[in-house]
């Protein structure tokens, strides 16, 4: 099937942008694409035509627009597995008074599909729509450790091991020793691996043919939530997790 090359040069453009990069000058752009000005110009014009990209008015630099927003959020909503978990992931919330998530996998990181905020939330940095490494964080490694081993292999074929506190994993060798208590435990945990002081569990939705749909997870201040009360959280967790899979294979609500 051939690449439209106009399609694809605009799709590497808005992939230019992320948490760290909100902004970019057209020469800023025209570097990283390696293309000429002009033909960036014309490709930043198109997508401002239909709100994809938006320009800043004050210094003149260039933005995702709110088209995406729109865009994302009508594939979010129409994720079953979303529409079906928001009301374990409420009552989870409410019970733990932590911040809670559901991501999947989308390429080699994990994606928030959906948050909510217990009355005891002080995680506020997480957002929908937020993508997340698979090495370090609870629901990264619940998606990846219920992959068939070829996926596990391809997904780590050139993964990159960022190092994000000192406590890291940063081999594939010992990811996978760490895949294989996820496994053995039926959940996982990021001690602080991520972010220092926060501590993350996660546990997998699996389907009826027994493929991993998303993880579901707490996320909690290791200054706040000492290690009995993350034993209650986990079984509590393994609980919902288990509930929201057996509705995910037969449709009936367990509650």
């Known amino acids: 099937m051939p690449i439209i090359q106009s399609v ?8 230019l942008f992320n948490d760290h990069t909100t902004e970019l000058k057209i020469t800023e752009i025209s570097d990283q694409m390696g293309l000429h000005k002009s033909t960036v110009h014309s490709l930043l014009k ?25 865009r994302g959020n009508l594939v979010i909503n129409t994720l079953n597995i979303r529409q079906i978990a928001n009301k374990y992931l409420v009552e989870l919330a409410q019970r733990t008074g932590q911040t809670c998530h559901l991501g999947i996998l989308d390429g080699n990181a994990g994606v928030y599909i959906d948050k909510e905020e ?21 629901i990264g490694k619940t998606l990846l450790a219920y992959q068939k081993p070829e996926i ?7 993964y990159l091991f960022e190092q994000a506190t000192n406590r890291t994993i940063t081999t594939k060798e ?26 993350c569990i996660a546990v997998p939705i699996i389907n009826q043919h027994k493929q991993i749909l998303a993880a579901l997870s707490i996320s909690t201040l290791v200054s706040r939530v000492d290690d009995d009360t993350l034993e209650d959280y986990i079984q509590l967790l393994k609980k919902t997790g288990n509930e929201l899979s057996e509705e995910m294979r037969y449709g009936v609500p367990i509650k």
Request: charged content about 35%.
């Open 118 to 138: 217990g009355a005891n939330s002080v995680i506020r940095y997480s957002r929908i729509g937020r993508r997340i490494p698979l090495h370090c964080t609870a």
């Open 46 to 70: 198109t997508l401002q035509a239909s709100r994809y990209m938006d320009q800043n008015p004050e210094n003149g630099k260039y933005r995702l627009g709110l088209k995406l927003v729109e």
């Open 8 to 15: 694809e040069r605009a799709l590497q453009i808005l992939d």
């Open 174 to 199: 010992a990811l996978l020793t760490e895949l294989e208590k996820v496994r053995e435990k039926e959940y996982a945990v990021d001690d602080q691996e991520n972010e220092l002081g926060v501590r």
């Open 152 to 158: 596990v292999d391809e997904l780590l074929t050139k």
